[in-house]
């Protein structure tokens, strides 16, 4: 049984056998960076999938930059927390333009990491979202969504770690999720990983570039 992961490759490698059967499918991989890229590329590898990059951000509430009201995509598309906007006040306006923002950081990060390459078309495809682990959920919700729109025959979430609640709240949001690991006593995804560093966006592009040079066209 699985307790914890040595790193993120060993996590994607896990993952990877799970979802073996989607290798004849026609999968696009959306790997959440950063920390879900290095869990995604051995699961494209395996299944023989295109990878691309699915990036949500969180919108913060004015001055409490670690609380989040709600995130947004690249499709500008915001999902709020009514609650917290209700209690704390915040106006529309300062909703607006907080994901103004964050979707032109989405897009210049998208930009560095994968260039020009156009947005796939799913249409008649898989779409399968894979980070290295879920907390509360809330901003990868928001990632399930924007690709939900977008049309796939089948959407997909596969993470190594997330609490069981959690598991069953992002259950709503997918046609399947595969989760190998899901304990009770949940902190952050970090405390189940021996080696959980924190990448940078040179070393994504890395990554990146070294796939589309081993398998070019799939990235």
């Known amino acids: 049984m699985i307790t914890r992961y040595r790193n993120r490759r060993e996590a994607g490698e896990i993952l990877a056998r799970e979802l073996e059967g989607y290798k004849n ?3 696009v991989i959306y790997a959440v960076p ?14 023989d999938s295109q990878l ?3 990036i949500p951000r ?22 709020l927390d009514p609650y917290l906007v209700q209690r ?18 989405i897009k210049r990060r998208l930009q560095a990491y994968r260039g020009k390459r156009p947005v796939t078309d799913l249409s008649g495809r ?21 690709i939900s729109r977008r049309g796939p025959r089948e959407l997909v979430l596969a993470v190594p770690v997330a609490p069981p609640d959690t598991v069953e709240t992002l259950s709503q949001e997918v046609d399947r999720i595969y989760c190998p690991l899901q304990p009770e006593n949940f902190y952050a995804v970090g405390q189940f990983y021996d080696d959980f560093n924190q990448l940078t966006d040179d070393e994504i592009s890395r990554m990146l570039q070294k796939r589309e040079t081993q398998y070019p066209g799939r990235t």
């Open 58 to 79: 969180k919108i913060p509430a004015p001055h409490q930059p670690e609380v989040a009201i709600g995130a947004v995509c690249e499709d500008g598309e915001v999902l």
């Open 126 to 146: 898989t779409a399968m979202v894979i980070d290295d682990g879920v907390a509360t959920g809330f901003t990868i919700t928001a990632a399930l969504q924007s």
């Open 88 to 105: 704390l006040g915040i106006s529309d306006e300062y909703i607006n333009e907080a994901a103004a923002r964050e979707v032109s950081e």
């Open 34 to 47: 950063r920390g879900g890229v290095p869990v995604a590329l051995p699961v494209a590898d395996a299944l």
């Open 25 to 27: 499918y026609d999968t």
């Open 52 to 54: 691309d990059l699915i």
